[in-house]
C-alpha cells in the first residue's frame, strides 16, 4: 500500500513562498507520474501540477504557471512543489497523488494514491 504524507504547508503573506514536500512509502516511487492538486473551502479540487517519473515531463495549471515548480528525488522517494510569488487565491488544502502512468494527469481520476493533504494560507 502506498502511503504519501505531505508536510511544508502553512501561513505566510502574499508575495512570499513555501515549498510543499510529499514523501512516499510501500510503493515503486520511481515509477509513478506524481501530482499536486488543492482544494479551497467551497470549491472543487483542481489540478496544479505533475511530473512524469523521470522528471522529463512537468504541467502546470495555467493558474500556477511561472510561479510553481514542481520537482522529485527519487533516492529520496520525494515530491516538491516551490510555490513563490503567493497569492491569497493560492490558499487551499495541498494534496499529492500518485498515477501509475501518465495519462491524462491534470485529470484526479488518474491517481490511484493520495495523501492527506497540508493547509497553506496565503494573507494579504
Known amino acids: 500500500q502506498v502511503q504519501l504524507v505531505e508536510s511544508g504547508g502553512g501561513l505566510v503573506q502574499a508575495g512570499g513562498f513555501l515549498r510543499l514536500s510529499c514523501a512516499a512509502s510501500?510503493?515503486?516511487?520511481?515509477?509513478?507520474?506524481m501530482g499536486w492538486f488543492r482544494q479551497a473551502p467551497g470549491r472543487e479540487r483542481e489540478f496544479v501540477a505533475a511530473?512524469?517519473?523521470?522528471?522529463?515531463?512537468?504541467r502546470y495549471a495555467d493558474s500556477v504557471k511561472g510561479r510553481f515548480t514542481i520537482s522529485r528525488d527519487n533516492v529520496k522517494n520525494t515530491v516538491y512543489l516551490q510555490m513563490n510569488s503567493l497569492k491569497r487565491e493560492d490558499t487551499a488544502i495541498y494534496y499529492c497523488?500518485?498515477?501509475?502512468?501518465?495519462?491524462?494527469?491534470?485529470?484526479?481520476?488518474?491517481?490511484?494514491?493520495w495523501g492527506q493533504g497540508t493547509q497553506v494560507t496565503v494573507s494579504s
Open positions: 497523488a500518485a498515477a501509475l502512468a501518465w495519462k491524462t494527469p491534470h485529470w484526479a481520476t488518474d491517481y490511484a494514491y
Open positions: 511530473i512524469s517519473w523521470n522528471s522529463g515531463i512537468t
Open positions: 510501500g510503493g515503486t516511487f520511481g515509477t509513478y507520474t
